[in-house]
């Protein structure tokens, strides 16, 4: 009985998550969708540390197209804007000596 009350609870959360819905007065016509979502992204290192020291700067435009707007906004901090930096850090194993071994010496005499 253990095994199906797993994917039984996965199901339940399934299903109450089907339930959610954006309410229709948060989406405006005209508002930020998919390319203000993305740049929102990339930008959001810079906007974030001035919405701590600005009250008119926000880090995530409301209201918004929805979906796309998300979208845009996962993109650009993933892709470009955060989450693009790749680290070049080069694992120096010291336990090992910095000579190489240069094979055996043959000594003709």
């Known amino acids: 009985m253990n095994r199906f009350k797993t994917p039984i609870a996965i199901a339940g959360l399934l299903l109450l998550a089907a339930c959610a819905h954006q ?3 948060a989406v405006a016509p005209g508002a930020p969708g998919f390319l203000l979502g993305l740049w929102h992204g990339f930008i959001f290192p810079v906007s974030w540390f001035l919405s701590l020291v600005m009250p008119d700067v926000a880090v995530y435009a409301v209201p918004n197209d ?8 996962f993109i650009g901090i993933c892709f470009f804007g955060v989450g693009s930096h790749r680290t070049k850090t080069v694992y120096v194993d010291r ?15």
């Open 23 to 25: 309410t229709p007065a």
């Open 66 to 73: 929805g979906g796309w707007y998300d979208f845009g906004f």
């Open 95 to 109: 336990s090992h000596s910095r000579r190489r071994d240069r094979g055996t010496v043959i000594d003709h005499e």
